[in-house]
């Protein structure tokens, strides 16, 4: 999101959107943790700060982007522990403060903004320093914050060494505009020209009064080089701000009594009331027009009397008042206007803010130099008791990654995107079966899982991480209809039931548990398949060889088309990507292709010399099949010919017949009955394989069945122990 330099200053988004974006951002942190906002976060930020140093004009986007790292780093400070600033502090240093110190001194770099953009950049890194130094707490903010700060304050030599040390306020706005009118020269001319009005004795006593609150004047002392330097530009500041609000209080009071004044011979008056501006004298008030007071204002008017103007004790609402181009007053008005009173009777020295006389170590937000403007929280003063000094506390603890959900994180991190690779991680158990898992399905939007197994039931999971991946989830819901062992479970996208098979097809709701239709069959159907998304349908094939079509919306058979070529029973069926092309498998390895809309037989060959026990579609005109003859093909079904023998491809690597085949992504996920998990990189002859040996820790005994998650990257392992596993 881009932040404009003109905004972040203020310590606002350059879009309403933004804000909107960055408070998603932090809620997701506090959601999942610290990892989150380290590996990739902070990662993003300090990249977004790293600028090219071959000299020249910096781009809107280069300035964007360095103003946005610095706010938003800021922002999220409140959000890490104490223990990571420690550790990463010297990353942070490295590549984002130093980077950025060195950008803001160096004169052969120009901002688009002018010296207004990095004024702005300058003022964000103070306050994310200042902020840095009261999470990190007083003893440590003294050792970590000495490099930092000498490198900052050190800038400050360049501009004591020019004869402008001691301009006013009014001659540092005419340099600001001075610096606009030679944008047109070279490069190093207008970068002199920008840092000149950048270290002025404002930003010294800006940045030198925060400090001194938080670690103590004596220690500043010995940590600045310069600090003689500093402390005489800071004072000079101060002193002019107390000039300032000496003329203030006198132009105030001078106001009051003419206001009064006017208030006795006008008859209306708008119940507004502005201050008068630094620099507006009585003469510009006594020619103002009254009916232009009351046209302006948009509140009611009401009866001019005495009493109608305010009095300095009705005075609560918050007041600003620009004293210069680069300083802004922020506090309230009654407190004011009772300071103003009681001016008079003062030394001018009450008034001024007395930087000099701080204390070492004084709490911060109170005692000397507490009214140093508020640089995060307007109106205010920087409170060690606030959340930006405080931190926020993880309310979502148990959601926050780690153990071996971490790692993975890591790991994806590092990885190449959408490139599997088997870690032997187990990231979480299922347990409820009491007996061999036979068969699995997820959701296609991978929050839901379904298994059925040998003791009669079908169960419902929700797949979400939880704990550090040695915990054990309970179903949510389990369906105990089955009158025999549950063999195929399937979720109907368009339905929204679940069909599952135990000899007979059941049809019931997911969320209640609740039979909506189960239907016979006979002859024995011996398996079943659906077609793909957004088919309502199943194909089941009965003992006879014949095929017949369900309709789940209405739970009744559609149609049956029987089989000529009978050579054996049916082993498997599945429907091809597109849902027209029904592929079989028969135990004697014969392979037939249907179309499931006519019935025509558009395909029959020997494709392996035993039973096929896998048969599954990839893609549209692709079948992946698996004998126990240890061979798996990949078909190519791209015309309507009846032989497609020549149209194959093998993948050679397991020495065992494979029971379990599934795809993720490119890869072919397959499972020998020797319980080894192999991969081949991809659908083609130059495939290469790898395998694994399950460990015992992350899966023991058997693997009867297998399911993935592409999105996740992640597989489901099913066991004859009645175990699932969720494993990267």
Same mark, same amino acid.
């Given at each position: 999101?881009?932040?404009?330099?003109?905004?972040?200053?203020?310590?606002?988004?350059?879009?309403?959107?933004?804000?909107?974006?960055?408070?998603?951002?932090?809620?997701?942190?506090?959601?999942?943790?610290?990892?989150?906002?380290?590996?990739?976060?902070?990662?993003?930020?300090?990249?977004?700060?790293?600028?090219?140093?071959?000299?020249?004009?910096?781009?809107?986007?280069?300035?964007?982007?360095?103003?946005?790292?610095?706010?938003?780093?800021?922002?999220?400070?409140?959000?890490?522990?104490?223990?990571?600033?420690?550790?990463?502090?010297?990353?942070?240093?490295?590549?984002?403060?130093?980077?950025?110190?060195?950008?803001?001194?160096?004169?052969?770099?120009?901002?688009?903004?002018?010296?207004?953009?990095?004024?702005?950049?300058?003022?964000?890194?103070? &306050?994310?320093?200042?902020?840095?130094?009261?999470?990190?707490?007083?003893?440590?903010?003294?050792?970590?914050?000495?490099?930092?700060?000498?490198?900052?304050?050190?800038?400050?030599?360049?501009?004591?060494?020019?004869?402008?040390?001691?301009?006013?306020?009014?001659?540092?706005?005419?340099?600001?505009?001075?610096?606009?009118?030679?944008?047109?020269?070279?490069?190093? +001319?207008?970068?002199?020209?920008?840092?000149?009005?950048?270290?002025?004795?404002?930003?010294?006593?800006?940045?030198?009064?925060?400090?001194?609150?938080?670690?103590?004047?004596?220690?500043?002392?010995?940590?600045?080089?310069?600090?003689?330097?500093?402390?005489?530009?800071?004072?000079?500041?101060?002193?002019?701000?107390?000039?300032?609000?000496?003329?203030?209080?006198?132009?105030?009071?001078?106001?009051?009594?003419?206001?009064?004044?006017?208030?006795?011979?006008?008859?209306?008056?708008?119940?507004?009331?502005?201050?008068?501006?630094?620099?507006?004298?009585?003469?510009?008030?006594?020619?103002?027009?009254?009916?232009?007071?009351?046209?302006?204002?948009?509140?009611?008017?009401?009866?001019?009397?005495?009493?109608?103007?305010?009095?300095?004790?009705?005075?609560?609402?918050?007041?600003?008042?620009?004293? &210069?181009?680069?300083?802004?007053?922020?506090?309230?008005?009654?407190?004011?206007?009772?300071?103003?009173?009681?001016?008079?009777?003062?030394?001018?020295?009450?008034?001024?803010?007395?930087?000099?006389?701080?204390? &070492?170590?004084?709490?911060?937000?109170?005692? +000397?130099?507490?009214?140093?403007?508020?640089?995060?929280?307007?109106?205010?003063?920087?409170?060690?008791?606030?959340?930006?000094?405080?931190?926020?506390?993880?309310?979502?603890?148990?959601?926050?990654?780690?153990?071996?959900?971490?790692?993975?994180?890591?790991?994806?991190?590092?990885?190449?995107?959408?490139?599997?690779?088997?870690?032997?991680?187990?990231?979480?158990?299922?347990?409820?079966?009491?007996?061999?898992?036979?068969?699995?399905?997820?959701?296609?939007?991978?929050?839901?899982?379904?298994?059925?197994?040998?003791?009669?039931?079908?169960?419902?999971?929700?797949?979400?991480?939880?704990?550090?991946?040695?915990?054990?989830?309970?179903?949510?819901?389990?369906?105990?209809?089955?009158?025999?062992?549950?063999?195929?479970?399937?979720?109907?996208?368009?339905?929204?039931?679940?069909?599952?098979?135990?000899?007979?097809?059941?049809?019931?709701?997911?969320?209640?548990?609740?039979?909506?239709?189960?239907?016979?069959?006979?002859?024995?159907?011996?398996?079943?398949?659906?077609?793909?998304?957004?088919?309502?349908?199943?194909?089941?094939?009965?003992?006879?060889?014949?095929?017949?079509?369900?309709?789940?919306?209405?739970?009744?058979?559609?149609?049956?088309?029987?089989?000529?070529?009978?050579?054996?029973?049916?082993?498997?069926?599945?429907?091809?990507?597109?849902?027209?092309?029904?592929?079989?498998?028969?135990?004697?390895?014969?392979?037939?292709?249907?179309?499931?809309?006519?019935?025509?037989?558009?395909?029959?060959?020997?494709?392996?010399?035993?039973?096929?026990?896998?048969?599954?579609?990839?893609?549209?005109?692709?079948?992946?099949?698996?004998?126990?003859?240890?061979?798996?093909?990949?078909?190519?079904?791209?015309?309507?010919?009846?032989?497609?023998?020549?149209?194959?491809?093998?993948?050679?690597?397991?020495?065992?017949?494979?029971?379990?085949?599934?795809?993720?992504?490119?890869?072919?996920?397959?499972?020998?009955?020797?319980?080894?998990?192999?991969?081949?990189?991809?659908?083609?002859?130059?495939?290469?394989?790898?395998?694994?040996?399950?460990?015992?820790?992350?899966?023991?005994?058997?693997?009867?069945?297998?399911?993935?998650?592409?999105?996740?990257?992640?597989?489901?392992?099913?066991?004859?122990?009645?175990?699932?596993?969720?494993?990267?």
């Amino acid at each position: 999101f881009p932040v404009t330099a003109d905004v972040v200053s203020s310590g606002r988004y350059s879009s309403r959107y933004a804000m909107s974006a960055v408070q998603c951002l932090v809620n997701i942190v506090i959601l999942f943790g610290e990892p989150l906002l380290l590996d990739d976060y902070i990662k993003r930020l300090l990249d977004m700060v790293r600028y090219n140093l071959t000299g020249g004009m910096l781009t809107s986007k280069e300035q964007q982007k360095i103003a946005a790292a610095l706010s938003f780093f800021r922002t999220l400070l409140p959000l890490m522990s104490q223990h990571v600033l420690l550790n990463c502090f010297e990353d942070f240093h490295q590549s984002m403060f130093y980077p950025t110190i060195k950008l803001l001194s160096s004169t052969v770099h120009c901002f688009p903004g002018g010296s207004t953009a990095r004024s702005a950049i300058c003022q964000l890194l103070v &306050d994310t320093l200042v902020i840095l130094g009261h999470r990190l707490g007083r003893d440590e903010a003294q050792h970590l914050l000495e490099l930092p700060l000498q490198q900052l304050f050190a800038c400050f030599d360049q501009f004591a060494s020019r004869p402008s040390t001691h301009q006013s306020s009014q001659q540092l706005q005419d340099g600001v505009d001075e610096a606009s009118s030679v944008r047109s020269e070279s490069p190093a +001319a207008v970068g002199a020209e920008e840092v000149r009005t950048l270290f002025t004795p404002a930003l010294a006593h800006s940045a030198y009064v925060p400090f001194c609150q938080l670690i103590g004047q004596i220690r500043m002392r010995e940590l600045i080089l310069n600090h003689e330097l500093i402390e005489q530009l800071a004072y000079s500041y101060d002193t002019q701000q107390s000039e300032s609000m000496s003329k203030l209080g006198e132009e105030y009071h001078s106001t009051w009594r003419l206001l009064e004044t006017m208030s006795e011979r006008a008859p209306v008056i708008s119940s507004s009331f502005n201050v008068l501006a630094v620099g507006e004298t009585l003469s510009d008030v006594e020619e103002l027009d009254l009916e232009g007071y009351h046209e302006a204002s948009s509140l009611p008017t009401t009866a001019a009397s005495a009493s109608s103007i305010p009095k300095p004790d009705q005075l609560s609402q918050p007041w600003t008042v620009s004293i &210069d181009s680069e300083t802004t007053l922020v506090g309230d008005m009654k407190d004011l206007v009772r300071e103003l009173h009681t001016a008079e009777s003062l030394p001018s020295s009450s008034l001024r803010l007395n930087t000099m006389d701080l204390t &070492d170590g004084p709490t911060p937000g109170s005692g +000397a130099g507490s009214e140093h403007r508020n640089l995060f929280t307007p109106g205010g003063n920087p409170d060690a008791q606030s959340p930006f000094f405080r931190g926020v506390s993880a309310v979502e603890g148990h959601r926050h990654l780690g153990g071996a959900w971490l790692d993975q994180w890591h790991t994806s991190l590092s990885g190449r995107p959408g490139a599997f690779s088997f870690q032997q991680r187990k990231l979480q158990t299922f347990g409820g079966h009491s007996g061999m898992v036979r068969c699995l399905h997820v959701h296609p939007q991978e929050h839901l899982l379904l298994s059925g197994g040998r003791d009669k039931t079908v169960r419902v999971w929700s797949l979400s991480n939880h704990g550090d991946g040695s915990s054990c989830m309970s179903s949510r819901l389990e369906y105990r209809k089955h009158q025999k062992p549950v063999s195929f479970v399937h979720l109907v996208e368009r339905t929204g039931a679940v069909a599952s098979f135990d000899g007979s097809v059941h049809l019931w709701d997911p969320e209640s548990g609740y039979r909506l239709k189960q239907m016979e069959f006979r002859p024995s159907v011996t398996t079943v398949a659906a077609l793909p998304a957004p088919y309502p349908q199943l194909v089941v094939a009965s003992s006879d060889g014949n095929l017949k079509f369900i309709d789940v919306r209405v739970g009744r058979m559609q149609h049956e088309f029987r089989l000529l070529n009978q050579t054996g029973q049916v082993r498997c069926l599945c429907a091809d990507a597109s849902g027209h092309v029904i592929a079989v498998g028969y135990s004697t390895g014969y392979i037939a292709l249907i179309e499931q809309r006519t019935g025509t037989m558009l395909g029959f060959w020997r494709g392996h010399d035993a039973d096929v026990l896998q048969i599954r579609s990839p893609a549209e005109h692709h079948l992946v099949t698996s004998s126990t003859d240890q061979m798996i093909y990949l078909w190519h079904n791209s015309s309507s010919s009846a032989r497609v023998e020549d149209k194959v491809s093998v993948f050679r690597g397991h020495t065992e017949a494979v029971h379990c085949l599934s795809f993720l992504n490119e890869n072919i996920v397959s499972v020998s009955t020797g319980s080894k998990l192999g991969m081949h990189s991809s659908m083609d002859d130059q495939a290469v394989f790898q395998s694994w040996k399950i460990k015992n820790e992350v899966f023991k005994g058997a693997i009867t069945s297998v399911g993935v998650l592409p999105a996740n990257r992640l597989l489901l392992l099913a066991g004859e122990s009645g175990q699932i596993a969720l494993v990267a």
